[in-house]
């Protein structure tokens, strides 16, 4: 499975982006995907996973309550709808399966299959 994460840009705080992370050569619906992202010179960390089979997500608790994890299955997409951004939520922001989808939401070994980033710039 390929994954191509896209939907960054510059906003100020206060604002909203939409992050998608579209998947080819399989069905996304048969796997859990995770949203990452990272700043210089820090470790990538969880922001948010979603099962889609059983629609159960888990967030970040930097994030609780104002990023929303979801799936189309039809159009083999994950978004990641974020709100209420800070300065601190700067970052390139990464989609990838993960082998488990639960809190916190973790890098674990052997994780192969990442999406190319996409840059969110936060401006206070």
């Known amino acids: 499975v390929q994954l191509q994460a896209s939907g960054g840009g510059l906003v100020q705080a206060g604002g909203s982006l939409r992050l998608s992370c579209a998947a080819s050569?399989?069905?996304?619906?048969?796997?859990?995907i995770g949203w990452y992202r990272q700043t210089p010179g820090k470790e990538r960390e969880g922001v948010s996973c979603?099962?889609?089979?059983?629609?159960?997500?888990y967030y970040a608790d930097s994030v609780k309550g104002r990023f929303t994890i979801s799936g189309d299955n039809a159009k083999n997409t994950v978004y990641l709808q974020m709100n209420s951004l800070e300065p601190e939520d700067t970052a390139v922001y990464y989609c990838?399966?993960?082998?488990?989808?639960?809190?916190?939401?973790?890098?674990?070994?052997?994780?192969?299959?990442w999406g190319k980033g996409t840059q969110v710039t936060v401006s206070s």
């Open positions: 050569g399989a069905a996304f619906a048969n796997y859990l």
């Open positions: 979603i099962n889609s089979s059983s629609g159960d997500t």
């Open positions: 990838a399966v993960v082998p488990v989808c639960t809190y916190p939401v973790v890098v674990y070994y052997g994780m192969n299959y």
